[in-house]
């Protein structure tokens, strides 16, 4: 059969061309489609329970995508007459933004206080540029005891300041977020033509997702064309020929191609991991081109034409390119079980680009090849001296390669306990990207990026003005300020403390939580009532007044962090508060705290399909039993040893490793199986023994191993360049197992072969 379709490949080489190139040219028009979408939100299903709860927050409050103005004076001083006129005009400006709803700086904090028997409610400082020295020492004293601005616009040094403009965006457009990054940017230009003296950072929800398109279309640009230039070199030097290298470079073309358009026309958006994607099809794709033009070249260098050495590669290498792309593409599709779409976004993209990049190498490839010019140099005596010395070592030396490899395993493997889930979303951009500087000057010397939210009952309409109620929520409010990493908390308890002391004549000793129900609803009312559009409580309180918004902002911190202080925090909601105030934590920090371990969980299921389904197709394609077992040995092994080394050198496991197994696993497959189908072939149809039939397999597809084994390596470790740590964390664990599984099928797989040999393998 194999030998009937190469023939007919050669045959109609010339229609198979033209029909490869209009497939591809169809196929390529559904980029057009293609929409890329930066938010958050790409990384939870709707069926997640977190963003789930997230969204009833927002809904019940408000929504609080925001940009985060960080305004460093050079002088260290934010309580000069420049700097507040700055704060102010950024303030005024900052309502200009699109879709904005709420600004909320120094400038314009509702400050309070008592005038006679009336409550007064103004800006904290107006007309900056005109204040006195007496004016702006009581403004930065009243700033620096306010515990709804410290810590959270401004710090106790009083060295920076932040103007934090909140969003509610329609989300009909995916322009939304860059059209508010642009204006954005326009004011921090226009700041700091205003005030040169002042240095600005830009931060928030808004340059977080920002960030994510911003450094996917950096990769785009840089790393895919970085990535043909290495294929091209390595492609070249294996190879030896020019034409060999051109045909190889068209097929990954068109597989990458191919695979793009089709996301376009499935209406799979492109999100920040499934940027990586090209770089992954290109990687793979070159695997079985390699395959096929290395047995093809090594037929003509021992004296076959060229349409009959094309004819045998394709019939010696059609079954096993098969199976390595169908092992290839269930890993890929195991991603579907994951909990973050992108991440099945890439796997399904992936497994488009590698059927396809199967179909070019069994038709396109081999008739592109009849078609053009091919010259080789005739083999040398010994131009396979390396492999076959290093073959004739791991026969001789196998007994000490096998117990070798499995003390080496087992070494390895100790380590993988070290590893922990952790993961900080901060991080996941490195240090070139400007979020992830504004990011890091912010938490370091203004307040934290990472936030916790908590809607609490008060268990009836208006029983937010319960002094229980109030009692309560605040002293949740100061067990959270005792916990290490909190560095703000923002709950109505200090407002209803501070309207307390203002209808007291200000007197500091009741700066305390009103003792009657009806004094709280009569002071919120008043509060209330005084408060310019834009600046109300509803994002603070609901509608009937049954509960409150509780926000806690953590400096820097990790998913472990994360969840153990909410694990604390239930802990002491269930001991100390009454069931109508018990709820869990919520926010996009929450959400990705979870994600990472919820993905996990979710991939074991995947895995485990993806083991059996491999496990079973080996074992009918070799039809052994035996076989199939012995190559789950080499298949698994390099998975739990790059792991190994992973704790030993990191110990940290966020959400983008853990879809490496499953990405890994039918790549790792490939070696084995084309080491295996070389080595079943010696001893079938040759007649062989197992060592010569180990020999046989070494020589006949050994370089090949090595050379696809080093393209992948190669290009999943051009992937450590990018600027999103999801991506290169993923390309740097993945690069690591793939050598480890070349290890195994070098070193443990051949011994395991001749240390199990049978007569009928």
């Given amino acids: 059969m194999a030998l009937t379709f190469s023939r007919w490949v ?15 040219a169809i196929a390529a028009s559904g980029a057009r489609f293609i929409e890329f979408s930066g938010s958050y939100r790409v990384f939870f299903s709707a069926e997640n329970p977190q963003l789930q709860a997230f969204d009833e927050l927002q809904n019940t409050y408000s929504k609080n995508d925001t940009v985060m103005f960080v305004l460093a004076p050079k002088n260290g001083k934010v309580f000069t007459r420049e700097t507040l006129a700055t704060v102010e005009w950024l303030t005024e400006q900052g309502w200009q933004m699109p879709y904005s709803r709420r600004v909320d700086s120094i400038t314009n904090f509702q400050h309070t206080r008592a005038e006679n028997d009336d409550l ?24 620096l005891t306010e515990p709804l601005l410290l810590n959270r616009l401004i710090p106790a040094r009083a060295h920076v300041t932040g103007v934090n403009v909140t969003f509610v965006l329609p989300e009909k457009s995916l322009n939304e977020i860059p059209e508010v990054m642009a204006f954005a940017r326009k004011l921090v230009t226009q700041v700091k033509e205003k005030n040169p003296d002042l240095d600005v950072y830009l931060t928030g929800v808004a340059p977080f997702n920002s960030a994510f398109q ?36 068209l097929v990954i073309i068109f597989s990458v191609i191919t695979a793009m358009g089709m996301m376009g026309w499935l209406g799979i958006k492109l999100t920040a991991p499934s940027a990586s994607a090209p770089t992954v099809i290109l990687t ?23 349409h009959t050495a094309i004819i045998e590669s394709l019939r010696i290498n059609m079954s096993a390119i098969f199976l390595t792309s169908l092992t290839t593409v269930i890993g890929f599709m195991s991603m579907n079980f994951s909990e973050v779409p992108p991440f099945r976004d890439l796997g399904n993209v992936v497994a488009i680009g590698v059927i396809a990049a199967w179909l070019f190498s069994i038709l396109f490839l081999p008739a592109f090849m009849a078609i053009l010019p091919v010259k080789v140099k005739p083999a040398r005596k010994h131009s396979n001296v390396a492999m076959e010395r290093f073959a004739n070592f791991v026969v001789r030396r196998r007994t000490a390669l096998l117990w070798g490899m499995v003390v080496l395993t087992i070494g390895l493997i100790a380590f993988i306990p070290r590893n922990e889930l952790n993961d900080n979303f ?21 307040t934290g990026v990472d936030n916790i939210e908590y809607s609490l009952g008060a268990g009836e309409s208006g029983g937010v003005n319960n002094p229980g109620y109030l009692k309560k929520l605040d002293e949740f409010a100061q067990w959270y300020r005792q916990q290490p990493g909190v560095v703000h908390v923002n709950t109505m308890a200090d407002v209803m403390r501070r309207l307390n002391k203002n209808m007291h004549g200000d ?10 129900r009806e004094l709280s609803a009569q002071y919120l009312l008043l509060y209330e009532m005084s408060l310019p559009f834009g600046l109300d409580l509803n994002d603070q309180i609901n509608v009937d007044k049954s509960a409150t918004r509780l926000s806690v902002t953590l400096g820097h911190s990790t998913t472990k962090d994360i969840l153990a202080l909410e694990e604390r925090a239930q802990q002491w909601l269930t001991a100390n508060a009454p069931a109508t105030m018990i709820n869990h934590g919520t926010g996009q920090t929450v959400m990705f705290a979870y994600i990472g371990d919820r993905n996990i969980r979710s991939m074991i299921g995947g895995n485990l399909m993806a083991l059996v389904l491999v496990s079973a197709i080996i074992m009918i394609a070799v039809r052994s039993v035996k076989i199939g077992l012995i190559s789950l040995i080499p298949n698994l092994i390099p998975i739990a040893m790059a792991f190994g080394l992973w704790g030993l050198m990191v110990g940290q496991v966020g959400l983008s490793l853990s879809v490496v197994t499953a990405l890994t696993f039918g790549i790792v497959v490939d070696d084995t199986i084309h080491f295996l189908t070389k080595y079943l072939h010696a001893r079938r149809e040759k007649g062989l023994g197992s060592e010569d039939a180990v020999r046989y397999a070494f020589a006949t597809v050994g370089t090949a191993m090595w050379v696809t084994s080093l393209i992948l390596v190669a290009g999943f470790s051009v992937l450590t360049f990018s600027s999103f740590e999801l991506n290169a964390g993923m390309g740097q664990l993945a690069a690591i197992t793939i050598a480890f599984a070349l290890l195994a099928d070098y070193l443990l797989l051949p011994p395991l072969l001749m240390k199990l040999r049978g007569k009928n393998p």
């Fill in 284 to 306: 793979l794709a070159i695997a079985d081109s390699i395959h096929f033009l290395s047995t093809m070249f090594f037929n003509m260098r021992h004296g076959m034409d060229k």
């Fill in 426 to 446: 901060v991080e996941y951009f490195d240090e070139s990207v400007d979020f992830r500087q504004a990011t890091d000057f912010m938490i370091d010397n203004l």
């Fill in 507 to 516: 007197d500091p000793a009741w700066y305390r939580i009103p003792e009657s």
């Fill in 10 to 24: 050669i045959r109609w080489r010339w229609l198979i061309v033209i029909a490869t190139v209009l497939m591809v």
């Fill in 120 to 143: 007064v409610v103004k800006n904290l400082a107006e007309n900056a540029a005109s204040l006195t020295d007496a004016d702006l020492e009581r403004i930065k004293n009243i700033a």
């Fill in 214 to 249: 911003e450094s996917s279309e950096k990769d785009l640009k840089t790393l895919v064309p970085l990535m043909y230039l290495v294929i091209a070199l390595i492609t070249f030097f294996s190879l030896r020929s020019v034409t060999g290298t051109v045909a190889t470079l």
